[in-house]
Every structure is written in structure tokens, then in C-alpha cells.
């Protein structure tokens, strides 16, 4: 079964860390493209950062310098490092598998496969 | 721009059509993709591309798309389609992904 599995999450009081895990069964991270979508309360979706099966990493400019992505491909799992925590990046985060395609030469993407999610609350 | 904008909420009669919009200057050259959200669940992806459903969702959900606009089609909504719709492309570098911010639907 095609599967994502977040861990990771917790409580931590602002300018704290935490890594994000997401272990993936059913198919390899390292030759697909993954990405963190996280959700604050009440709020919409919005997308962290990306890393491409061939290893490039982009990040949304609310994280950059502050998140990274990265995969372990021996453990089939993908990661969120988070430093510097603030109130504002609490939320829950999703990892999901992303499926680009091409259509005519017209360009797409889809979050195809989703974890169910990790909470993580920045308060003091 | 990496900004994809939907109205905030949307509402229809039980059996009766609705379409949700999704605008954004990256949708002149990036398809749209399709989220369902309902309470407490992680979003599940229900359309993409030029209007194709992954397996399982049901053939009355439709994808279209013009210009700065790609649209959501519910042919006949049923009680269950009722939660929060995303769409989702890229930004107009190509490298950034972006969500738009969420349209409610009430299934009346």
C-alpha cells in the first residue's frame, strides 16, 4: 500500500527545533518529488518546500533559512529540520509526494499521496 | 505573482451544479490541481491537469481552465462533497508551488 507517515510533532516553546520524519512505504523517496504543506489553525494550505528526486530544494519564502528538507534513502523517509521556531509556524504539517507532469508541452503538478499529518505548536 | 486566489466560500443545492473558480497570472502557463478537505482529514487530491481524476473519485467532479482562470465542476453535488476545495499550481518561476487560499462549500 501506497503510504505516508508523518512523526515528529509536539509542543516546544518559541526559538526551539524540531525534525519532521515521514516514512514512506509503497514506492521510493529518492526518485520522487516530495514536499512539506503545512495548515495553521483555521487556516488554508501552504506549501513549505520541495526537494526533486534529483535532489534540488526550494522553500517558501516564510521558511527560508529557517526549514530544511532533506530525505534519508536508506530509510525510505523524508524530513523537515525546523530552527528557530516561532508562534506563527504552528500548524499542522503534511508531507506529501508530488507528481509532475506534462501535458502538450503545458506544465502541472499534483499532491497525489498525503500523510495524515503532524501537529506542531510553538508557544511559551 | 504566486498568488492563486478563490472566494471564500461557495454554496449549492443538494443535486444541483456548482463550479468553484481559482485565479492566478501562473495559470496562463501551469495546469491546476484540486484538493477536497474535510474536517480533521488531510486534503485529498480529486482533480489535475487538463481534467483528469485520479481513481476513486466519483465523475462528477470536472476541471476546466482559460486564461488566469482554472475552475472546479460538481455535476449534481451530493451531502458528502460538502467541505473546504484548494487549488494549487505552480508560481510564475516554475520552482515555487502555491496554494489559493480555500473556497467552503455548503451543500444545501
Known amino acids: 500500500e501506497v503510504q505516508l507517515v508523518e512523526s515528529g510533532g509536539g509542543l516546544l516553546q518559541p526559538g526551539g527545533s524540531l525534525r519532521l520524519s515521514c516514512a514512506a512505504s509503497g514506492f521510493t523517496v529518492s526518485s520522487n518529488h516530495m514536499s512539506w504543506v503545512r495548515q495553521a489553525p483555521g487556516k488554508g494550505l501552504e506549501w513549505v518546500s520541495v526537494i526533486y528526486s534529483g535532489g534540488s530544494t526550494y522553500y517558501a519564502d516564510s521558511v527560508k533559512g529557517q526549514f530544511t528538507i532533506s530525505r534519508d534513502n536508506s530509510k525510505n523517509t523524508l524530513y523537515l529540520q525546523m530552527n528557530s521556531l516561532r508562534a506563527e509556524d504552528t500548524a499542522v504539517y503534511y508531507c506529501?509526494?508530488?507528481?509532475?507532469?506534462?501535458?502538450?508541452?503545458?506544465?502541472?503538478?499534483?499532491?497525489?499521496?498525503w500523510g495524515q499529518g503532524t501537529m506542531v505548536t510553538v508557544s511559551s | 505573482s504566486s498568488e492563486l486566489t478563490q472566494d471564500p466560500a461557495v454554496s449549492v443545492a443538494l443535486g444541483q451544479t456548482v463550479r468553484i473558480t481559482c485565479q492566478g497570472d501562473?495559470?496562463?502557463?501551469?495546469?491546476a490541481s484540486w484538493y477536497q478537505q474535510k474536517p480533521g482529514q488531510a486534503p485529498v487530491l480529486v482533480m489535475y491537469?487538463?481534467?483528469n481524476r485520479p481513481s476513486g473519485i466519483p465523475d462528477r467532479f470536472s476541471a476546466s481552465g482559460s486564461g488566469n482562470t482554472a475552475s472546479l465542476t460538481i455535476t449534481g453535488a451530493q451531502a458528502e462533497d460538502e467541505a473546504d476545495y484548494y487549488c494549487?499550481?505552480?508560481?510564475?518561476?516554475?520552482?515555487?508551488?502555491?496554494f489559493g487560499g480555500g473556497t467552503k462549500l455548503t451543500v444545501l
Open positions: 501562473s495559470l496562463r502557463s501551469y495546469f
Open positions: 506529501a509526494r508530488i507528481h509532475y507532469y506534462d501535458i502538450s508541452g503545458y506544465k502541472g503538478n499534483a499532491f497525489d499521496i
Open positions: 491537469g487538463k481534467n
Open positions: 494549487n499550481s505552480r508560481d510564475t518561476s516554475g520552482n515555487h508551488l502555491v
